[in-house]
């Protein structure tokens, strides 16, 4: 029996060895693993210093000062900052959210809580490519609204929305722009400067960094302020409390600095990649894109197989791991919110899977997935 074809890259990604040896210097007694808050010994400027240089290879990822990035605990943590820190810190000015159906639940669910809190959301519903447009969103902005929250790359279909052209309408509108990032990062150009974006969320886990660790970009000029969530100690200039983990911060930097070196080339081997699966799929009927690839990162792929069921069709590909939608959907049977959102059927949404490709993947990766695939299709329609 053949090895398992990992598939699901958009879920996590698994740690890059150079990463993994960089995060193992900063553990154990001989490696680098004071408080990077203690200022009373060699060991803890040592910690300070290693935090900051991946804090500088974070920022140059990005096209941001060093100043500007918050550690937190991932982007889920980072798009609560965002959202719930920006809206209270402005409540004076306006209590108007805009964003989408389809954000990752980090941001739908925030944005929910929100609205129990007394602020005001509009849902913006995307076009059939995934996509918010600028016209739309210039639409959905009233004199109270104080923030823009819209993704850079749907995790579910690879949709990549146009962040400049959507930051200079919130800017025009007197709101600002937050951008959830997790899944942009060496997968297509980012910079918070040229792009207009005022506060990005980064996770270090969906980039071959380890997981629990993430960023908030938050900017400076012209300045952005965000209420802390926790609090004790003032650690990130009191915006967000806590004990630094050197070691998952070390990890982080490392991976940003491998996705700003390597992320180009790795977009362009997955295209061709990506291509070989749809190839090798072209004479099967029954196959329906939800994933608009004109517009979309080539690592997302996001497929609809008539006639089956997308939870059995998993189960029939015991050897590739992959996903029906979200992870963070898999233990329901409800179609994912994003496919509703775009408008697919029911019907098809249910029999929808994501495949999402990632550094490692290979050519025989795809055509291991291929065979399953026409053998477990094959099986089910029968
Ligand atoms: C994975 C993901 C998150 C959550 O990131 P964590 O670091 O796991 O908290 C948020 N938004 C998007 C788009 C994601 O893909």
Known sequence: MSALVYLDYAATTPVDPRVAEAMSRHLTLDGIFANPASRSH??????????ESARRQVADAIGADPREIVWTSGATEADNLALIGFLRANRARGRHLVTSRVEHKAVVDTATALEAEGFEVTWLTPGRDGRVTPAQLREALREDTVLVSLMAVNNELGAVHDLAALAEVA??????????????????????????????????????????????????????????????????????????????IVGMGEAFA???????????????????????????????????????????LNLAFEGVDGESLLMALRNVALSTGSACNSASVEPSYVLKGIGVPRRLALASLRFSFGRFTTEADIDQALSALRHALTGLRR
């Not at 629990?212 to 650690?235: K, N, W």
């Not at 070989?276 to 690839?293: C, M, P, S, Y």
């Open 42 to 51: 060699m060991l803890g400027w040592q910690a300070e210093q290693a935090v």
């Open 171 to 248: 800017h025009a509108g007197g709101a600002a722009f937050h951008v959830d990032a997790a899944q942009a990062v060496g997968r297509i150009p980012l910079d918070v400067t040229r792009q207009g974006i005022d506060l990005l969320s980064l996770s270090g886990h969906k980039v071959y960094g380890p997981k629990g660790i993430g960023a908030l970009y938050v900017r400076r000029s012209p300045d952005i302020r965000v209420e802390a969530l926790i609090h004790g100690g003032g650690h990130e200039r009191g915006m967000r409390s806590g004990t630094l983990p050197t070691h998952q």
């Open 258 to 300: 491998l996705a700003a070196a390597e992320g180009e080339s790795d977009q362009g081997r997955i295209t061709a990649l990506r291509d070989r699966l749809l190839e090798g799929l072209a004479d099967i009927d029954g196959v329906h894109r939800n994933t608009d690839i004109a517009v979309a990162v080539p690592n997302i």
